[in-house]
């Protein structure tokens, strides 16, 4: 299951080890092909942490990252940013970028 985050508990909950958060808005057609691929990411990556936030109901952490389209994936890897990804991608290009950062 992919966890949804809020502006509150994002920086506790994406501070350790490598995590993926994907910003999304419910309005937005790309961000339903993506949340999927996701979900599907979620339940087969144990050593990757999923979450989302929708940016809405969440203003002040997309603006923090400078997110200005989504979807936005942000991969995290012990709290520092090491990858910014816009626009729709599918399992296997997601693998390729993870896989660079789990040991």
């Not at 508990?9 to 790309?30: H, M």
């Not at 949340?35 to 940016?55: C, G, H, R, Y």
């Not at 997309?62 to 994936?73: N, Y």
Request: hydrophobic share 40%.
């Amino acid at each position: 299951m992919v966890e949804a985050l809020t502006d509150k508990n994002f920086e506790a909950e994406t501070n350790e080890g490598v995590v993926l958060t994907d910003f999304w808005a419910t309005w937005c057609g790309p961000c339903r092909m993506q949340s999927p691929v996701i979900e599907e990411l979620a339940q087969t990556n144990d050593k990757v942490k999923f979450v989302k936030m929708d940016v809405d109901a969440n203003p002040e952490t997309p603006a923090k990252f400078g997110i200005m389209a989504i979807p936005t994936l942000i991969v995290k890897k012990d709290g520092k940013v090491v990858e910014t990804i816009t626009g729709f991608h599918n399992k296997e290009q997601l693998n390729q970028t993870l896989a660079q950062y789990i040991d």
